[in-house]
C-alpha cells in the first residue's frame, strides 16, 4: 500500500492499506496501537489524495483509540498527532494544526531528544506552514535551517527552505 501510495497510486494503495487494516484488526482486535497506526497509514493515502476531511476523520479515530489506550503521550501518539496537523493545516485550520505541531514536537524531544529525525521532520512541518501563510518568516527559516542540519540530505527539507526563502 505504501509503495502504491508513493507511485501516486492512491486507488491500489488504499485497496492494500485498507486490507491491512482489517489484518491488523484481525490479528490485535480493534483497539490497538498497530491498528491506531495502520489507520494512519491509511489517512495517508487519503491525504495524498486531497481528502482531507476523510484524512482528518482517519487521524482523529486513531488518535482517540491512542488516548483510550494511554498511548498517545508516545511515539505513535506524535507521529498521529503530526499526521493530524498537516491534515488540519491543509484543510485551512491553521491555529489547531500549529498546536498540534508544537505538542507534537514536545513529545519528541521529550523522546528523542533536542535531536532527531521526528524532530527534524516536525520542526520542518512548522517552518512550511508558517511560511505557507506568509507569517513567521524568520523563524520558519530557523526551523528549516534546524531541519536541514538533521536531515541535510532529505529533499522535503530541502524543498522546505527554498520555500521559506522565496516567502521572504
Same mark, same amino acid.
Given at each position: 500500500?505504501?509503495?502504491?501510495?508513493?507511485?501516486?497510486?492512491?486507488?491500489?494503495?488504499?485497496?492494500?492499506?485498507?486490507? /491491512?487494516?482489517?489484518?491488523?484488526?484481525?490479528?490485535?482486535?480493534?483497539?490497538?496501537?498497530?491498528?491506531?497506526?495502520?489507520?494512519? $497509514?491509511?489517512?495517508?493515502?487519503?491525504?495524498?489524495?486531497?481528502?482531507?476531511?476523510?484524512?482528518?476523520?482517519?487521524?482523529? $479515530?486513531? !488518535?482517540?483509540? +491512542?488516548? $483510550?489506550?494511554?498511548?498517545?503521550?508516545?511515539? *505513535?501518539?506524535?507521529?498521529?498527532?503530526?499526521?493530524?496537523?498537516?491534515?488540519?493545516?491543509? !484543510?485551512?485550520?491553521?491555529?489547531? *494544526?500549529?498546536? +498540534?505541531?508544537?505538542?507534537?514536537?514536545?513529545?519528541?524531544?521529550?523522546?528523542?531528544?533536542?535531536?532527531?529525525?521526528?524532530?527534524?521532520?516536525?520542526?520542518?512541518?512548522?517552518?512550511?506552514?508558517? /511560511?505557507?501563510?506568509?507569517?513567521?518568516?524568520?523563524?520558519? !527559516?530557523? +526551523?528549516? +535551517?534546524?531541519?536541514?542540519?538533521?536531515?541535510?540530505?532529505?529533499?522535503?527539507?530541502?524543498?522546505?527552505?527554498?520555500?521559506?526563502? !522565496?516567502?521572504?
Amino acid at each position: 500500500g505504501t509503495t502504491y501510495q508513493g507511485l501516486g497510486m492512491y486507488a491500489p494503495a488504499r485497496k492494500h492499506l485498507e486490507a /491491512a487494516l482489517d489484518a491488523s484488526i484481525a490479528a490485535h482486535g480493534l483497539e490497538h496501537v498497530k491498528v491506531a497506526l495502520a489507520l494512519d $497509514r491509511l489517512a495517508g493515502a487519503f491525504e495524498e489524495e486531497g481528502d482531507y476531511p476523510e484524512a482528518e476523520r482517519l487521524c482523529r $479515530r486513531a !488518535l482517540a483509540m +491512542l488516548q $483510550r489506550l494511554g498511548e498517545a503521550d508516545g511515539t *505513535a501518539g506524535a507521529q498521529l498527532k503530526g499526521s493530524l496537523a498537516r491534515v488540519l493545516q491543509c !484543510l485551512g485550520k491553521g491555529e489547531e *494544526a500549529e498546536a +498540534l505541531f508544537r505538542e507534537t514536537l514536545a513529545t519528541q524531544r521529550r523522546i528523542e531528544g533536542d535531536r532527531g529525525p521526528g524532530v527534524a521532520a516536525t520542526l520542518n512541518n512548522l517552518a512550511w506552514m508558517y /511560511a505557507e501563510r506568509g507569517e513567521k518568516l524568520d523563524r520558519a !527559516l530557523q +526551523l528549516a +535551517l534546524a531541519a536541514k542540519a538533521e536531515l541535510p540530505e532529505v529533499a522535503k527539507v530541502n524543498e522546505t527552505l527554498g520555500f521559506v526563502y !522565496l516567502q521572504k
